[in-house]
């Protein structure tokens, strides 16, 4: 049977030794429920559209061709809202242009020369313009006036967005193509008046005849011609 009464200094002794290792318990149990509770994180190196790491203080890309909604959700712009996005005027309030050279309205959809000039797809002459020779060098610049339509001949690109500035040197004219393939492309202007129109010249190269659709205009020589190659 052991001898359950120790001296005293023994006893003294030992009872260090237990609180250090209680001490080292409480300690170690902190520690692991410290670990517990911090937030797990993956070291995953940020990284941009094209899968290259991003340094520090670099922006993300922002994401192309979505828009929010009113409920703050993305969706996928459509083919209109992207042409709209990417257009621009060459003369003020005549029709857009997209960066593929379609000249389209004002609703992204593209235009067409073939059909009525009051067709919703037709290209829209501007209004009158206050200072026409301020307009960009790529505007080719005609002048009506009584008998005769200067330059009496110009050259486009076949397919390509072309931009007119009609000018009256003197009294009511109105600019028209013969040819039906540009029926919807007209300019009526007053004496002293210049307006613009944007549209996409017809692909086939040729001659396409240009004159003055007042009666009796034509025939004292208002017409021209417009070159497509």
Sequence with gaps: MMNENQPEGKK?????????IIAVLVL?????????????TENIPASNQTGEEMEEGDVPPIEEDVTMTEDGEERELT?????????VEV???????????????????????????????APKQTRPIDNPEELSAEVIKI??????????????????????????????HVFKFKDPILKAV??????????????????????YE???????HEARGEAAVMIVE
């Excluded at 083919?79 to 257009?87: D, F, I």
């Excluded at 959809?109 to 009525?116: G, L, N, Y």
């Excluded at 240009?210 to 009796?216: A, L, Y």
């Design 186 to 207: 007209g300019v009526g202007i007053m004496g002293g008046e210049t307006r613009a129109i944007t549209f996409n010249a017809p692909e086939t190269p040729g001659n």
């Design 143 to 172: 002048t009506m006036s009584t008998g005769s339509i200067e330059p009496a001949e110009f050259t486009v690109k076949a397919g390509s967005a072309v931009s007119l500035a009609v000018t009256s040197a003197d009294k009511t």
């Design 12 to 20: 003294s002794k030992a009872l260090p030794i237990i609180i250090a």
């Design 28 to 40: 170690a149990l902190i520690v692991v429920l410290a670990i517990n509770k911090a937030p797990k």
């Design 79 to 87: 083919v209109e809202e992207q042409r709209l996005e990417e257009a």
């Design 210 to 216: 240009i004159f003055c659709d007042i009666p009796g």
């Design 91 to 121: 003369v003020t309030g005549a029709n857009l242009v997209t960066e593929d050279d379609v000249v389209i309205t004002k609703t992204g959809e593209e235009t067409r020369t073939d059909v009525k000039s009051s067709d919703p797809l």
